[in-house]
């Protein structure tokens, strides 16, 4: 079971990346997945949410209204849009899947740079 992020890099603020988590060993349509992000020196956050078909979502509140969680289950991925990005956006940026209450996967990181 892999778990492949990938889109992140550096950007300016205001900025917007695409990041996208590509599975391959499980079908991601029986999982709900998630973005976390981990900052410098920070505890990990998780940011965005969507169920396994696509029509629940969440966000935390520090990217409500600014990112955007989607899937493609033909696809076997879960996008992440990040528009109007800060620099407070810096961070490590993980996807990972669950079918119950706790995350069973995890991707290996990919790392967004904002600038200001």
């Known amino acids: 079971v892999q778990l492949q992020a990938s889109g992140g890099g550096l950007v300016q603020a205001g900025g917007s990346l695409r990041l996208s988590c590509a599975a391959s060993?499980?079908?991601?349509?029986?999982?709900?997945m998630g973005w976390f992000r981990r900052a410098p020196g920070k505890e990990r956050e998780l940011v965005a949410t969507?169920?396994?078909?696509?029509?629940?979502?969440s966000y935390s509140d520090s990217v409500k209204g600014r990112f955007t969680i989607s899937r493609d289950n033909a696809k076997n991925t879960v996008y992440l849009q990040m528009n109007s990005l800060k620099p407070e956006d810096t961070a490590v940026y993980y996807c990972?899947?669950?079918?119950?209450?706790?995350?069973?996967?995890w991707g290996q990181g990919t790392l967004v740079t904002v600038s200001s």
């Open positions: 060993g499980l079908t991601l349509s029986s999982y709900g």
């Open positions: 990972s899947a669950r079918k119950g209450i706790e995350y069973d996967y």
């Open positions: 969507i169920g396994w078909s696509g029509i629940s979502t």
